[in-house]
């Protein structure tokens, strides 16, 4: 089973991994816990939907900055996705990385 997640945004894949070193990345660059981010996302999304997106480029993508995780969700929004669609692809990036099982919200 890949332990990656693997998002196609402008004809281009994207791998994606949730570490231990990359949540402790994003929550840093949030300020706090990434399950207490997801629980007020509505508080912050673009933010923490794009950090997220960030650190989970960091495991396979050395030298991903933010900058470009921030153009990755203009570009994905750009294509006619929603917010809501970037995170079903964000709860699927969890699913594989293990930490919810396969359906589970």
Partial sequence: M???YTMTVGGEEYKMRLTASAIMQIEKK???PLFKALETIQDNMVETIT???W???QPL???FTMEKATELFDDYVDEGHSIEELMMEINALFET???FRKGQE
Avoid: V
Wanted: proline share 0%; charged share 10%.
């Fill in 2 to 4: 890949n332990k990656f």
């Fill in 30 to 32: 949030l300020g706090k």
């Fill in 51 to 53: 950090t997220i997106l």
């Fill in 55 to 57: 650190g989970a480029m």
């Fill in 61 to 63: 993508n050395a030298g």
């Fill in 97 to 99: 990385s293990g930490f």
